[in-house]
């Protein structure tokens, strides 16, 4: 195989796009690595491929949404096709749903509902204005123009976001999900913590290192890692997952360009 630029992997799967936007599938048939179904759509033009845990979208150069894998995790928009067959930007998936945004910032979901495939209670929220979406385990978090943030999908998972609601109106810039929590950054390079307590949604314990200065958060199932300016690292969440680095707590403190 030659001229693939671009790779994405889910669960069990991957798809990769070639340079003439032609995808190639592989891994297990019933997680997206059977793309037969949809083969002839996805013969050219393909800009953008993600994944959700047992399905694929991808984005064509014309703005319209070709789906495959197991429908229950977003491998089926049948219920919004008409939504999806031009316009789309972006997408991003969670464990069971996708959420697409629109060239006017509206944003499409489909998927499990209990996985934020469901976003009727906020859509007022997401008719335009949109300019980012993040997923985490089953929820998603949207930023709009302003830099406020929406939030939908499981109340343990991140979607309750009314704790600090507050602190999420505006200047919100970018924010990452890990397993059930979420970490926003703001303007002036604060973060905002949400979620389940234990899983980095309660960043108390290091909040006067979160006032300023961060500008990168990273997330794995259950911690959170952020940078700072002058390259140092600060971690929270559950000690098992990383959010305790005080064993290596020295080398840390400067110099650090990138975590993952």
Known sequence: MEGVVQVCGNYRSFAAINSNGGVVTWGR????????????????????????????????????????????????????????????????????????IKAN???????????????????????????????????????????????????DSGSNSSAVVPLLTEGVVQVCGNECAFAAIKANGGVVTWGRADSGGDSSAVAPLLTEGVIQVCGNDGAFAAIKANGSVVTWGDGGYGGNSSAVAPLLTEGVVQVC
């Open 29 to 100: 048939a019933d997680s997206g690595g059977n793309s037969s179904a949809v083969a002839p759509l996805l013969m050219e033009g393909v800009v953008q491929v993600c994944g959700t845990v047992r399905a694929f979208a991808a984005i064509k150069a014309n703005g319209s949404v070709v789906t495959w894998g197991d429908g229950r995790y977003g491998g089926n928009s049948s219920s919004v096709a008409s939504l999806l067959t031009e316009g789309v930007v972006q997408v991003r998936g969670n464990d069971g749903a996708f959420a697409a």
């Open 105 to 155: 910032g509206g944003v499409v979901t489909w998927g499990d509902a209990d996985h934020g495939g469901s976003s009727s209670a906020v859509a007022p929220l997401l008719m335009e204005g949109v300019v980012q979406v993040c997923g985490n385990y089953r929820s998603f978090a949207a930023i709009n123009s302003n830099g406020g943030v929406v939030t939908w999908g499981r109340a």
